[in-house]
Nanobody
Framework: QVQLVESGGGSVQAGDSLRLSCAAS????????MGWFRQAPGKEREFVGV????????YYADSVKGRFTISRDNAKNSVYLQMNSLKPEDTAVYYC??????????????????WGQGTQVTVSS
């Protein structure tokens, strides 16, 4: 099994940047697509982006495209979410998750097997 722990969240102002980290243990990290999701209060968990096992390919939701960047370091069993030009609409709990099935374009949360506990990001106007 896989354990995932997110970190790096915090409270910032609109226009600021944050870098989230997700540390993995167990399983074989370098074989998984790694996704980022977020969930705002009272809303469903929504897709943010995903990175391929090698890190060569990424895919993002339109709402964050051009502002967020996903990267990974397989030697450190870690995946990152660099968030720039943050907006109040980005306020949510952010989660990382694994997808073992090889579909880089999977957006549905049911396609992901293991989840971290989440880290809170709050963006003030």
């Amino acid at each position: 099994q896989v354990q995932l722990v997110e970190s790096g969240g915090g409270s910032v102002q609109a226009g600021d940047s944050l870098r989230l980290s997700c540390a993995a243990s167990g399983g074989t990290f370098s074989t998984y697509n790694m996704g980022w999701f977020r969930q705002a209060p009272g809303k469903e968990r929504e897709f943010v982006g995903v990175i391929s096992p090698s890190g060569r390919s990424t895919y993002y939701a339109d709402s964050v495209k051009g502002r967020f960047t996903i990267s990974r370091d397989n030697a450190k069993n870690s995946v990152y979410l660099q968030m720039n030009s943050l907006k109040p609409e980005d306020t949510a709990v952010y989660y990382c998750a694994t997808n073992p099935r090889g579909n880089l374009y999977a957006r549905n949360r049911n396609e992901y097997d293991y989840w971290g506990q989440g880290t809170q990001v709050t963006v003030s106007s």
